[in-house]
């Protein structure tokens, strides 16, 4: 229980009552009892679902076809199929994105933590908990006709290297970890009460090998990514082969980069061998948005634009996130590069999906068509968020001032760039939340006598806030810093050049350490790797946590944690680098293991010594690890091929004692 939320139930019903109305494309169903489809197969409940989206395809002309084929499809009036919007987000819960409204009776969606947080919990049953939550609030998004059924959702590629800008959409850095998250969370989207019908359609993506936005000149439209056979099956396949084969994922997102020459969307062997032919895929492949024009624009693989989609058809390419295929197929098929039952594959693919999602089925008979808009931002998804915001806290440091004791008349300064934080909080893809809570309001809403100053800003190097900061942090018994980093130094399209703390948020706890009277409590937000060495050896910064991108509650998180009414267990699903390494490995070497121009990546692979390593977290308890396994079993690896893997596999034990 979490007695410190009872301060803040005037603040989010303050909260609640602000809201942003964001209008995308209406969903709607279409009629099978009295509509144009009703005496056709499609809308034939005995039939399977891939033989009535046949018959559907079979039944368009040649140009309501290749209208398909774009992530926004028009309607078909004939034929009484609605407009279809391929593209919907729900990274971290129901986005804005162009197949969901916000407004009306659906004014907000519940945001919890990036992925790179909620991985930090290591909690599979908080992953499928919160899948369950983000697709139940999709469905009823889509009952009122304010979204549709197919999200482009969870991103899980692999963070190889702690520049990457989008590395807070994702699990983190392990291939286990990461694999464990998608199966649990695709399961979550996919999967619900009613066995007969998908919940939502969720997609894997980016396939594959990217990691790279815009570094030194190169932008992900261009980088061809060089990856050797080995790091392709130890770490940039794995994931995906988890998604497919036991998640059973629906779709696939090709990416923008090229893998070894071969531009991803274009890419056969990926697409076609590796993802249906080794794997047994059977859903569609969607690109990323605008992925099929650069096989053509800027990868310079395609001659012309009639190549380039036939070498996406060709590859196993069925649905453009973008307009691409709706402008240039007809020409592809002129000359001839494809032909149109390839087409009608891809359609079907696809079709077959929205069949198994039920929208072509009497909506009375499911569970699903049934979810009412105020089965969005219940008490429970509330609680769920709060809960997935505090299992997201990592505490990399505690010389003793931690936990603070919550003293009426103690003066605290909160003072930093993300004290005040309240849309970065949510990092990117996300929704409209009903609230934001700062870490600085939440700590305002306790007996404290609390002074704020930003003193900085995250990423300029502007100085003419410390003056204000330093004075407060004079005055004051405790000085609380929330610094680290945002969406203007780390997204999608912006990588980083540096790992250190940007800006001068150093520059200001140094100062902030020389005039406060009990050592500081530095808390940093971030998706990503930080060298946050100094902080750790000072003997000034008594306390340092991590909490990721929080969401809708994540001030709250943070003050329950660092006044101890939450004992912190996160622990990092990534590794945070010293500052040099960038200097030590080009962004652009894909290679995982070190050599003479790379130490390494990744905890399994890195030579050097890590500020925190992968999995670091403490705790305000104290843990006893004891290692069972008393016999080492050495297993020959040349004879795992003889199809007796199972009968060579060890269980390995340790008692973790919790002391107190």
Not at 462 to 475: L, M, P, V, Y
Not at 527 to 546: C, E, I, K, P
Request: glycine fraction near 8%; aromatic fraction near 10%; charged fraction near 15%.
């Amino acid at each position: 229980p979490i007695s410190m939320s009872n301060h803040f139930f005037s603040l989010i019903g303050f909260l609640s009552a602000v809201c942003v109305i964001v209008h995308a494309q209406n969903a709607s169903f279409p009629d099978c009892k009295l509509g144009p489809l009703s005496k056709f197969p499609i809308c034939d409940m005995a039939l399977g679902a891939k033989e009535r989206a046949a018959d559907l395809i079979s039944r368009m002309t040649l140009e309501e076809k290749i209208s398909s084929l774009g992530n926004t499809a028009p309607a078909l009036p004939r034929l009484g199929v609605p407009m279809i919007q391929w593209w919907s987000e729900a990274l971290h819960g129901v986005a804005l994105s162009p197949g969901v409204t916000f407004g009306g009776s659906l004014p907000f969606s519940t945001s919890f933590p990036q992925p790179i947080g909620s991985a930090a919990s290591f909690n599979r049953t908080l992953w499928g908990a919160i899948a369950q939550v983000v697709s139940t609030e999709a469905r009823a998004f889509s009952n009122q006709g304010q979204a549709n059924l197919t999200y482009f959702t969870p991103n899980i590629n692999i963070v190889r290297d702690p520049r990457w800008g989008r590395g807070q959409e994702t699990p983190g850095e392990d291939v286990f970890l990461s694999s464990e998250y998608v199966n649990v969370y695709v399961r979550g989207l996919q999967e619900g009460a009613d066995d007969r019908y998908l919940k939502i359609s969720a997609c894997c993506k980016h396939y594959a090998a990217y990691d790279l936005e815009n570094w030194n000149g190169t932008d992900r439209f261009h980088f061809d990514a060089i990856v050797s056979d080995q790091d392709m099956a130890e770490t940039f396949l794995p994931v995906f082969e988890t998604c497919v084969r036991d998640a059973h994922v629906t779709q696939i997102m090709c990416s923008y980069n090229a893998v070894n020459g071969v531009p991803a969307c274009a890419n056969k062997f990926l697409l076609n061998d590796v993802l249906r032919q080794q794997w047994g895929f059977d859903g569609f492949v969607v690109s990323d948005c605008g992925a099929i024009s650069v096989i053509y624009d800027t990868h310079k693989y395609a001659k012309t634009v009639q190549d380039a989609v036939a070498y996406a058809f060709i590859a196993g390419t069925d649905i453009n996130c973008g307009s691409f295929y709706q402008q240039n197929t007809m020409f592809a098929l002129g000359n001839n590069t494809i032909i149109e039952s390839q087409i009608d594959q891809a359609l079907v693919r696809a079709f077959t999906i929205l069949v198994r999602l039920g929208i072509f089925d009497d909506a009375s008979i499911q569970p699903y068509r049934q979810i009412p808009p105020d089965a969005v931002n219940t008490l429970e998804s509330r609680v769920l968020s709060l809960n997935a915001a505090l299992q997201s806290i990592v505490l990399l440091k505690n010389d003793g001032i931690l936990p603070l004791a919550i003293q009426s008349g103690v003066k605290v300064a909160v003072i930093g760039p993300n004290a005040n934080a309240t849309d970065s909080m949510l990092g990117n893809y996300y929704g409209v939340p009903p609230f934001l809570i700062s870490p600085l309001s939440a700590i305002q809403s306790l007996p404290f006598t609390v002074s704020y100053a930003p003193g900085c800003t995250i990423d300029t190097k502007d100085t003419s806030g410390f003056a204000e900061a330093i004075a407060a942090a004079q005055a004051a018994d405790y000085v609380i810093f929330v610094g680290g980093l945002g969406q203007q130094v780390e997204s999608e399209d912006r990588d980083r050049n540096e790992i250190s703390l940007p800006g001068v948020q150093l520059q200001l706890i140094q100062e902030l350490e020389k005039v406060a009277k009990h050592p500081l409590i530095v808390a940093i937000m971030g998706g990503s790797s930080v060298d946050l060495s100094y902080a750790r050896d000072s003997n000034s910064t008594g306390g340092l946590l991590w909490f990721g991108y929080p969401g809708q509650y994540g001030g709250l998180a943070l003050a329950t944690v660092i006044t101890g009414q939450y004992n912190p267990a996160g622990r990092l699903p990534i590794t945070f680098y010293p500052a040099d390494y960038v200097n030590q490995v080009s962004f652009f070497d894909m290679s995982m293991r070190p050599s003479s121009t790379n130490p390494g990546r990744t905890y399994k692979f890195y030579t050097g010594e890590p500020a925190f390593a992968f999995g670091f977290g403490l705790s305000y308890s104290k843990f006893q690890y004891d290692w069972k396994q008393h016999q080492v079993s050495v297993i020959d690896t040349t004879k795992l091929h003889k199809r007796n893997l199972q009968s060579k596999l060890t269980s390995f034990r340790v008692d973790v004692t919790n002391q107190g």
